[in-house]
């Protein structure tokens, strides 16, 4: 055999046919990630500048609110249900990714409309739903078989999140993480997500999008004293509470909303959060630049409780009501401005600022059900001092909440059998159940086919 240089080996190694074409799409995946994302969150701003609550006084923006739902009630009227984080979590699981962009037709404009008029609800879900039907998409093109499909797919779910959070090793985790209930289980997609992220976040900033750091900027702790271990365990079962709420809350006002007619229910969530502004501006936005402002300035305590209930409200009555976008940043929020009401009352020396980390990512663990990935992207914002009390945060967190989930599709791990015939889920000790394939294609066909809010 003749002497290969280091050189040659590692073009072989990268470049073989098995490699060579996962490794290609996972980097073509984060790429267009990156530019979707980009054009997204331009798209976004220039939106926001015209239709925002900033732009307008209460009044006007009240009928624009009502309005924006009006054009969300059409948009789903001619283009069909929008594509959403549940389904795409039922699409990994089952086939690997979605099969279909049309999904995307309606949720694009509607998440876009919504997001920069002031809806309460984030971008977050929007933007990774599509990433990830693309990133499935591209996979598809490239004709892989489902397993790969299923790595492109979160890769792409990846791409979409650091866009967003500017974090790309917590954006890679968080994506393998809201696919399941207790940890990442997918863990062959790790690596993939890892380069998919850096890539997306590597083009979004070049296209400006977004800065070369997180999307907020805490003061960061140099060091913890025992104080704030203490205080993390009381931030994760705050969270808890604060998860159970807003999951119940949302579940009961799904009902109540039920008695509504499908087409009315976006024009009646901007009606509400239109009013709601009149009580406090806190009601409007998802609290992404809200948490900006807060971090630089001293407001009053119950300012600070009263921006986190109406926030906890006007997302669930925005869940309900249709309107389209992702509750992790107002989570983020709700969890942050508890945690600034305490600004200099914590005893024993405990830090504020790790009380408000632990919070932020307690109150979206119990409902999302990523401890590493939330511990990961509010650590890369407020340093990484804050690291092992936001974990506990996490922990605690989502130990409490294990038997609440909002995101129904979220599932254990789905394994081929030996001789491919039988399709089941790996730990049936901790779901109570084995889901066969045909259990599993049924629970995607009904949430395909399930009424929209």
Known sequence: MPNRSWHDVFVLRLFRPASRNLLGIVVACGLLGGVVGAAYLLTLRALTEVLGPDAWDLWPHLGILVGVGVAIAVLVKIFGAPADVELLVDNIHVLGGPDEVKGLRALIPASLLGVAVGGPLGPEAPLVTTTGVLGSMLARRADLDRDRLRIVTITGMAAGFTVLFGAPLGSAVFALEIL???????????????????????VAAAAGAVGLEPIWRFPHLVSLVPADLGFAVVAGVVGAVIAAAFTYMTLALRRLVGLVPHEARPALGGLIFGLAAFATPYALTNGELQINHLTETKVAVGVLLGAAAAKLVTTAVAVVCGWRGGFIIPLFFIGFALGRATDGLLPGGAHSWALVAGLMVACNVGVTKTPLGSALVVSEMAGFAVLPTTLIAAMVSLVLTSDIGLIDSQRRRLAIGEEGTELGEVDEDLTGGVLDIEEAVVSLEQNRARPQP
Do not use: K, N, T, W
């Open 180 to 202: 399941h209930r207790r940890g990442m289980e997918y863990y062959e997609a790790l690596m993939p997500s890892v380069i998919g992220a850096l890539m997306g976040y590597g």
